[in-house]
Each structure stands twice: as C-alpha cells, then as structure tokens.
C-alpha cells in the first residue's frame, strides 16, 4: 500500500503566509491573526451552545411527558443527548472555521473580496 503524498500540495499554514505577503506590515499582522484564529478554531463555542440547547430540550421534554424525576434511564438518556448535542456542535464550529478559512484565502489568494481593497491601498468599508 503506497500513500498519495502531493509535494506541491501546501499546508493551510503555508497558505496563510503565502496569502499575507503583498499586504503592508500592520494589516498583514493583523489578517494572520485573523486567518490563525480559524484555522486553529476547535469549535467549543459551538459545542457548548449545542449541549445548552440540548440540555434546555431535554428539560422540557421530561417535563411535558410527567414530571423531573431522577432515574437511571432518564440520567443515561439525558447523558447520550448531551453528549450527542455537545459532538455534533463542535464538529460544526470547527466545520464552520475551516469553511470560513477556505473561503478568506481563496479571496486574498485572488485579490478579490476578503482582503482586495488592501492590495490596491484603498482603505475597507465596514
């Protein structure tokens, strides 16, 4: 079993540094700073957001169905719900992250969009 290693194939990191190279000094620190923070983003904003969702649903659904009442079924339950919502909610920031990232750097990758008002030393709109 031989594995497919493309040398030309840049790392993100590479990419960042490659993207931020034609800006001036201020403003290619500051798109770093930007571009690391995606690309190093683990998605516990989301996750967390997720489980609280998660956790606020499950309430409600033991209380619309009878009452709050501790047994193990509804512990173990509640568990997997948490831990399910808590999953699939870091799994989507850190998705949502590297989409973002992707999307950054084809667009100074270019000089279009994201960064092109830069590169022709105009100054951004908000």
Request: hydrophobic share 45%; glycine share 12%.
């Amino acid at each position: 079993m031989t594995t497919s290693y493309r040398p030309s194939a840049r790392t993100l990191a590479h990419r960042i540094e490659a993207a931020v190279a034609g800006l001036e000094t201020a403003e290619r620190h500051r798109r770093t700073d930007e571009l690391e923070r995606l690309r190093t983003d683990c998605g516990c904003q989301m996750g967390l957001a997720l489980t609280v969702i998660a956790l606020a649903t499950w309430i409600s659904v033991l209380a619309h169905d009878g009452g709050l009442f501790l047994s193990w079924s509804t512990v173990t339950a509640g568990s997997a719900v948490l831990l399910v919502g808590g999953t699939v909610g870091k799994a989507l920031g850190m998705l949502a992250a590297r989409v973002r990232l992707r999307r950054a750097l084809r667009h100074l990758e270019a000089g279009t969009g994201w960064g092109a008002t830069e590169r022709k030393g105009l100054t951004e709109r908000t």
